[in-house]
Structure formats: structure tokens, C-alpha cells
T-cell receptor
Framework: EAGVAQSPRYKIIEKRQSVAFWCNPI?????LYWYQQILGQGPKLLIQ????????DSQLPKDRFSAERLKGVDSTLKIQPAKLEDSAVYLC????????????????FGPGTRLTVL | GENVEQHPSTLSVQEGDSAVIKCTYS??????FPWYKQELGKRPQLIID?????GEKKDQRIAVTLNKTAKHFSLHITETQPEDSAVYFC??????????FGAGTRLFVKA
């Protein structure tokens, strides 16, 4: 099966500019995650969607970050305006929605978008 | 807030030896504990996971143990090989929600 797709793979912007990332999850996966992975750290969950609804965005810096998954499939993550500390790899992952609406299952990660903010 | 602590941050072993990585979680509601392997420049991939109703799980050379009372879980790799060299992340979640990753352990297996 095709994996999680992300684009672009690399992006370099200047601070205060805006940027958007795109993710296409594995077909049939209802749960989609966006993570921020700063160099040398573990992935940090930014937002989790179940179909087209947000189930957790407690760690999303909402003053500058936004995400949507309008049709319950593809998702976009936007940063506006970007700061130097936003330099990181942005990982998208998806998982199958199991029984009773619980997503215990394996998260499949995309290749990530490496963002550099100058 | 809730967190997951992972130790050690770096681990170097000789080929054929065992490696153990330990994680402690703070959210007592956590009930799913996956381990991911991330090779340099690549995406994280699940290598093993355990749910809170199980104390131990094994898959060939890797095993995971869970102590719910102490809120810690460990990854054990036996007969290590050079291709096991990577960064390993533990994670904890509650029913698939609020996934929190540890900071990672960089494992070096020396041939």
C-alpha cells in the first residue's frame, strides 16, 4: 500500500514569512497527526484529527499555527508568521481507527518536511 | 503537564550484547506504549508496542516490559547487530490520544 505522502520535503523561509505543509494519509486511515520534531528531540504532537474533526490541539501554538482537514482525507498545516524556533521537521502520521473509536494502532509516518527559518 | 522520560540518551554496545532502554510516564491514564526506531534522515517506524493489559511482549530479538504500578516500561534488544544502530523513541498514549514521545536514545552497535 502507498505510504503517507508529504510535501514539500524541504522549505527555507525568512522569519515572519508564512509557510504551508501538505499531507496525504494512507487510504482508509481516519486518524491523522501532525508532529514537530526539533533536532535531537522526540516528535511533539501538535494536532490530531479524527476524520475531519480535531480531537487534540492542546500543544498547537494557535496564535501562529493552524491546521485543517476539510474532507477528512488530506490535511494542511500552516505557520504564519514563522519564527526562528519553528525550524524543525514537521511529520505527518496516520493510523487506522480501531474499535470503539480508539486509535491504539500503529502510526505510519510520512517522510517529513524539513523547515528552516532564517 | 504530562511527560515521558527516556534513559539513557546515548547507548553504545558491542555487537552481540544486549541493549536496554527505559522510559517512565507520568499520566496514569496511559494505556498504550509503542516504540519507534528512527534511522538517520528517515521517518520513525514502529518496532513493537504493548498495551496496559499485558506485562511483557516479545518479537524475535526485541521485547518490551511494562510495570504499570511504577509507571515505567523498557525496551530490550538481544544479540544486537550493527543495523540496530538508530535512535529509539518510546511513547505513551491514552486510547490513542495525547501521544507523548520520549526524547530518544541514540544506540550505537559496534562491530
Amino acid at each position: 500500500e502507498a505510504g503517507v505522502a508529504q510535501s514539500p520535503r524541504y522549505k527555507i523561509i525568512e522569519k515572519r514569512q508564512s509557510v504551508a505543509f501538505w499531507c496525504n494519509p494512507i487510504s482508509g486511515h481516519a486518524t491523522l497527526y501532525w508532529y514537530q520534531q526539533i533536532l535531537g528531540q522526540g516528535p511533539k504532537l501538535l494536532i490530531q484529527f479524527q476524520n475531519n474533526g480535531v480531537v487534540d490541539d492542546s500543544q498547537l501554538p494557535k496564535d501562529r499555527f493552524s491546521a485543517e482537514r476539510l474532507k477528512g482525507v488530506d490535511s494542511t498545516l500552516k505557520i504564519q508568521p514563522a519564527k526562528l524556533e519553528d525550524s524543525a521537521v514537521y511529520l505527518c502520521a496516520s493510523s487506522f481507527l480501531g474499535l470503539a473509536g480508539l486509535s491504539y494502532n500503529e502510526q505510519f509516518f510520512g517522510p517529513g518536511t524539513r523547515l528552516t527559518v532564517l | 503537564g504530562e511527560n515521558v522520560e527516556q534513559h539513557p540518551s546515548t547507548l553504545s554496545v558491542q555487537e552481540g550484547d544486549s541493549a536496554v532502554i527505559k522510559c517512565t510516564y507520568s499520566d496514569s491514564a496511559s494505556n498504550y506504549f509503542p516504540w519507534y526506531k528512527q534511522e538517520l534522515g528517515k521517518r520513525p517506524q514502529l518496532i513493537i508496542d504493548i498495551r496496559s493489559n499485558v506485562g511483557e511482549k516479545k518479537d524475535q530479538r526485541i521485547a518490551v516490559t511494562l510495570n504499570k504500578t511504577a509507571k515505567h516500561f523498557s525496551l530490550h534488544i538481544t544479540e544486537t547487530q550493527p543495523e540496530d544502530s538508530a535512535v529509539y523513541f518510546c511513547a505513551a498514549s491514552t486510547g490513542g490520544f495525547k501521544t507523548i514521545f520520549g526524547a530518544g536514545t541514540r544506540l550505537f552497535v559496534k562491530a
